[in-house]
């Protein structure tokens, strides 16, 4: 899917893609950075909305996510404004936005994903919007340089997002710390995130169980094992099971979704990697948050909750740095 006609920024190469996926393989937790690679960018959007928690609300979403986005940016220099998506496959709900307010705000969009990126372009043809395409780690230190070299100078507000709760399936000790680098004082950031139902063991039963049916779908199994039978970790019929925990630190639920080896089984990506029988592969973690616990844990990493909005189970935040 590499078409060099449309520029993207590159500031991570295919040799360094490879060995981040290799390191996380050693570790045995597949970061969900490395899932959205090759047809599956494609077949993600095909699907996009996978989760039956999530469609009966939908419409309410979409309104809640452009009343939001509106009073946001509402008394603000768009002109000197620059939004700054990190990780790219959240274009779907900001396409929406964008058609509705027709504004002009200049655009980043950040991805691991080369064809998500691509995606994003072909899905943008029609929008005005001034916009760099950047292929990137937003961990990395390449990552913290090149941004602030072009927006330091240019934006005098730079709001950074997570939408579509994407923050679910990343580490929150690891993001907030790489957030704090990574946003200057004043810098804003807003969050998009699916919360717990309640605080039964029931309530937490019943998301159990709609992940449990989603992971058994033909899609959901695809996503699940696409990058690891490309490079012949797990075949097609790979058999995935998911567990449940209670992490203290965040108040939150964890969904992990891992393999299980039947067999010794050995791959080679720059390092020769051996899985022994039995051995467990975690492929996907999820989270259900706490709206207390979230605004208590980026407060004390330094940000300031300004503005919150509850639609159904998903809650929109915006932070500020201090």
């Known amino acids: 899917m590499k078409n060099d006609k449309i520029n993207i920024y590159r500031l991570n190469s295919d040799l360094e893609y490879l060995e981040g996926f290799g390191k996380s393989l050693r570790k045995r937790k597949v970061e969900q950075k490395y899932l959205y690679t090759g047809d599956w960018a494609k077949n993600y959007y095909n699907d996009w909305n996978v989760f039956d928690i999530d469609k009966w609300v939908e419409k309410d979403i979409e309104n809640d996510k452009l ?4 009073n946001i940016f509402d008394n603000l220099d768009l002109e000197k404004t620059v939004f700054i998506s990190l990780w790219s496959w959240n274009w779907y709900q900001e396409k929406r936005v964008l058609e509705k307010i027709d504004s002009k705000l200049d655009f980043i969009w950040v991805d ?14 029609k929008l005005d919007n001034n916009k760099i ?11 913290f340089r090149e941004i602030k070299e072009l927006t330091f100078k240019k934006y005098n507000k730079r709001i950074f997002s997570f939408l579509w ?3 679910w399936s ?13 946003l200057n004082k004043w810098d804003q950031l807003w969050l998009d995130v699916r919360l717990r139902w309640d605080w039964t063991i029931k309530d937490d039963m019943k998301l159990f169980n709609a992940y449990e049916k989603w992971y058994n779908t033909k899609n959901g199994k695809s996503f699940l094992i696409n990058i690891l039978s490309n490079y012949g970790i797990i075949d097609n019929n790979a ?18 979704m891992s393999y299980i080896f039947s067999k010794k089984t050995e791959v080679d990506i720059k390092w020769k990697i051996v899985f022994l029988e039995w051995e467990e592969l975690d492929i996907l973690s999820l989270h ?33 740095k201090k």
């Open 170 to 182: 990343i580490e929150n000790t690891s993001i907030v710390d790489d957030l704090y680098n990574l």
């Open 67 to 70: 009343n939001f986005w509106i």
């Open 112 to 125: 691991t994903s080369e064809e998500m990126l691509l995606l994003l372009d072909e899905n943008f043809k």
């Open 239 to 256: 058999k995935i099971k998911i567990r449940m925990e209670k992490e203290k630190i965040t108040d939150s639920l964890r969904f992990t």
């Open 165 to 167: 709760n994407t923050i």
């Open 288 to 320: 259900a948050f706490s709206e207390k616990w979230l605004i208590d844990f980026y407060e004390l990493h330094w940000f300031k909750c300004v503005k919150k909005s509850i639609c159904n189970l998903r809650w929109q935040f915006l932070f500020e």
């Open 133 to 143: 395409l950047m292929k990137a780690d937003i961990s990395s230190y390449k990552f």
